[in-house]
């Protein structure tokens, strides 16, 4: 069955189904084309290509509001801010895009040069495609800062700061005498724009972009079967105990399914368009600046800040673009090495936190302004996460990813586990292979060997595989 012929049938069933079942759809009887398999029921599209991240499921074109709505939204995502359009004065990126290239992750410049410490860090093409957070030691934010270090600026205005990194690097060998390497950050940070902080009193975390891959299903999810996970996600033979994060958004304290640490009940649109574009909105009307020395350079600039630079329902049709987009099928399923990765997978326990089959609610779910998005409803979904809280690990060559940063009730050494749908295209959509919250790791098996904490079993049980299966795990990864 060619692709097109896929297309048109997943998207006839959905228009009809739409059309009779408001509790959601089913594609159980939707032929799928050989060698693929669904991983986000009626959000699943089938590319492999650089927009694999960047197209909409078939859903939204069955709908010509919502397809209209997902045009304006993805425009508003690309949209190149500018003075004019509201950038600024400081900020971490222009666009959502310029950091979230394609919907994915775009390279962070941590790995570019030029940074004067070291070998990355803050770049000099207008943004770095990374968040660098500050806070004191004792948990507090400087008066001058706040909570994000916006090392961009616009013309006439200064940064508040640039990030310089060191890379220290260390070797290792599996026991098959095989060799691998491990490279940690060092940050540094200077230029300051007013109080210059003392490196004691520093604690400082860089986040590169997350994939905006299955944020609709996501945010669909069922409340009740994260929870339900928390309350039996306890496998003490090997150290594993995952539980739910709890944030108060809005006034309402929310389970967290979004961010790296689940510090968010939703994909933060009107914060991203605040915290890192600088662009004011109904739910964050002042300037990021707002009391900064930057507040009077741009004002000696002719700027005004008595207006908002966005609308809700323009945030809400970027929600809808964000919510929209399709879910890459996995590839390659019937090939033996892949098969033969996915044992090792499980070999490896990686399933205990990686939790392979999640469903989304009945009623779907619903955005900013209260649209709701019943195609998401009743789906079965394949995210390769239990969006749970586990603790990473503190002591991996003395540094591990304890990162000392406390959102929600997350704690420093404490992660979401990272959705693995998709993952095996970053390489193609963005050209790189930097994962991990700060992009330490270069490649798959980087990343698992930072695994510690309750991460620590499934990390040595993937050192002890033989080299095939080692590689064979990794080519399991590659078809996600």
């Not at 050209?431 to 904490?453: M, P, Q, S, V």
């Amino acid at each position: 069955m060619n692709h097109t012929v896929k297309y048109l049938a997943l998207f006839s069933l959905a228009f009809s189904l739409a059309a009779c079942d408001d509790d959601g759809l089913d594609v159980r009887d939707v032929e799928i084309p050989q060698g693929y398999a669904l991983s986000a029921g009626v959000s699943t599209i089938f590319l492999n290509s650089s927009v694999a991240y960047d197209t909409q499921a078939d859903w939204i074109d069955a709908d010509p509001d919502y397809a209209m709505r997902f045009r304006d939204g993805d425009g508003l995502y690309d949209d190149t801010r500018t003075i004019s359009g509201g950038l600024g004065p400081v900020y971490a990126g222009y666009s959502c895009g310029s950091c979230h290239r394609n919907a994915g992750r775009t390279k962070p410049e941590l790995w570019n040069g030029g940074g004067s410490f070291g070998e990355g860090g803050s770049g000099s093409y207008g943004f770095s495609s990374m968040l660098v957070y500050i806070s004191r030691k004792n948990g507090a934010f400087f008066q001058n800062y706040g909570r994000v270090l916006h090392d961009q600026a616009i013309y006439g205005v200064k940064p508040e700061g640039k990030l310089s990194v060191k890379w220290h690097y260390e070797k290792g060998a599996f026991p098959d005498g095989e060799p691998y390497e491990l490279c940690y950050p060092e940050y540094s940070i200077s230029e300051w724009y007013a109080d210059s902080i003392a490196p004691e009193d520093l604690f400082c975390t860089v986040r590169i972009p997350l994939r905006h891959v299955g944020m609709g299903p996501m945010m669909a999810i069922d409340r009740h079967e994260i929870e339900q996970l928390a309350a039996k996600s306890n496998y003490p033979e090997y150290g594993i105990s995952g539980r739910a994060n709890y944030i108060t958004e809005k006034g309402k304290l929310q389970l967290g399914l979004s961010g790296n640490k689940a510090q968010h009940a939703d994909l933060t649109v009107e914060l991203g368009f605040s915290s890192d574009l600088g662009v004011t909105n109904s739910r964050y009307p002042e300037e990021i600046c707002e009391g900064q020395l930057q507040m009077q350079d741009g004002s000696m600039m002719g700027l005004t800040y008595d207006q908002l630079d966005i609308s809700a329902e323009e945030m809400e049709d970027v929600d809808l673009y964000m919510q929209g987009l399709g879910v890459p099928a996995r590839r390659d399923v019937n090939d033996p090495t892949v098969k033969r990765g996915e044992e090792m997978f499980y070999q490896a326990k990686c399933h205990l936190c990686h939790t392979v089959t999640l469903h989304t609610q009945p009623r779907g779910s619903t955005l900013l302004l209260g649209t709701q998005l019943t195609w998401l409803g009743s789906q079965t979904i394949h995210p390769y996460s239990d969006f749970l809280l586990h603790d990473m690990g503190s002591e991996i060559m003395g540094v591990g990813l304890n990162d000392n940063y406390v959102s929600g009730l997350a704690r420093g050494n404490e992660w979401r586990t990272t959705p693995l749908w998709g993952i095996g295209l970053q390489e193609k959509v963005n050209g790189h292979t930097y994962f991990l919250h700060d992009g330490r790791a270069r490649n798959f098996t980087e990343a698992i060997l930072w695994h510690g904490g309750e991460g620590e079993a499934s990390k040595n049980l993937f050192k002890q595989m033989k080299k095939e299966d080692r590689a064979a795990l990794i080519r399991f990864l590659q078809s996600l």
